[in-house]
């Protein structure tokens, strides 16, 4: 989006929303730099991504959130909760169906 949608690139934060694995291989290998614990389901899920939504908004309230690579079974519940009430988009859905 930096090179070819003319974003500059020092406004653009790039963050990981490690909510756990059920990877059993990775939850024992000790040099996993991921969290180790399974992977958060449910109402926690959906919670902690809230949290962070409201706290990237209060920090900088005319944000766009682009959320991207989120797992097929939550995508788009998560864009049909914000799209009306924040600026965001989900490339996976959005962005892969304008392209096609």
Known sequence: ??????????RV???????????????NDKFYLGVQKPRLQGSKYY??????????RHRWPNVLIQFEDFSSDKAQKLLNKYRDD???????????????
């Open 13 to 27: 934060l790039p963050v990981v929303i490690d909510v756990g694995t059920d990877n059993e291989e990775l939850l």
């Open 47 to 56: 919670h902690l991504v809230d949290e962070f939504i409201q706290a990237v």
């Open 86 to 100: 924040i600026l965001c988009f989900n490339d996976d859905i959005q962005g892969t169906g304008a392209t096609t």
């Open 1 to 10: 989006y930096c090179a070819a949608g003319g974003i500059a690139p020092h």
